[in-house]
């Protein structure tokens, strides 16, 4: 599982610098308390090249932004829920995922608007596993 922690992160701080350079510098100007537009053309962007495989595991099926949040939908492609150890997986992505959207160059945006990533994940069958609401105020 770490491997593919560590995989999705690259992906996911790769995706995230090179979309919302030019809308994030848009909405910072006019100092927005929603970010709806901002986001929804940034995951708009996103949406037209996915769904992507992240690493032989990971498939990112799709982005969404709405008011003060943007999600990235994941889908375990190896996996079933019924047979995952929930608890663990949780254990192991919320301090990586935490880190990444708090450290990482890329999520320099979010953490600008103060926004929420959202990190969902499902199994093969398209059923929930967990999400992971990441708040960027936290990270100060």
Same mark, same amino acid.
């Given at each position: 599982?770490?491997?593919?922690?560590?995989?999705? =992160?690259?992906?996911?701080?790769?995706?995230?610098?090179?979309?919302? /350079? +030019?809308?994030?510098?848009?909405?910072?100007?006019?100092?927005? !308390? *929603?970010?709806? @537009?901002?986001?929804?053309?940034?995951?708009?962007?996103?949406?037209?090249?996915?769904?992507?495989?992240?690493? #032989?595991? @990971?498939? =990112?099926?799709? !982005?969404? /932004?709405?008011?003060? #949040?943007? !999600?990235?939908?994941?889908? =375990? %492609?190896?996996? *079933?829920?019924?047979?995952? *150890?929930?608890? &663990?997986?949780?254990?192991?992505? %919320?301090?990586? =995922? &935490?880190?990444?959207?708090? @450290?990482?160059?890329?999520?320099?945006?979010?953490?600008?608007?103060?926004?929420?990533?959202?990190?969902?994940?499902? *199994?093969? +069958?398209?059923?929930? %596993?967990?999400?992971?609401?990441?708040? @960027?105020?936290?990270?100060?």
């Amino acid at each position: 599982m770490n491997k593919f922690a560590t995989n999705v =992160l690259v992906v996911v701080g790769a995706i995230g610098g090179a979309m919302f /350079g +030019s809308w994030a510098v848009d909405g910072m100007f006019s100092k927005p !308390t *929603d970010y709806t @537009t901002v986001l929804m053309q940034a995951a708009n962007k996103i949406n037209s090249n996915l769904p992507m495989t992240v690493d #032989s595991e @990971t498939e =990112l099926l799709s !982005t969404v /932004g709405f008011k003060n #949040s943007f !999600t990235y939908k994941y889908k =375990l %492609i190896n996996y *079933d829920v019924s047979e995952m *150890d929930i608890d &663990q997986f949780k254990k192991t992505m %919320i301090p990586k =995922l &935490q880190n990444s959207v708090c @450290t990482s160059e890329s999520m320099s945006e979010f953490r600008k608007m103060k926004i929420v990533v959202k990190y969902s994940y499902s *199994d093969s +069958s398209h059923k929930e %596993i967990a999400e992971f609401p990441i708040d @960027t105020k936290s990270c100060e």
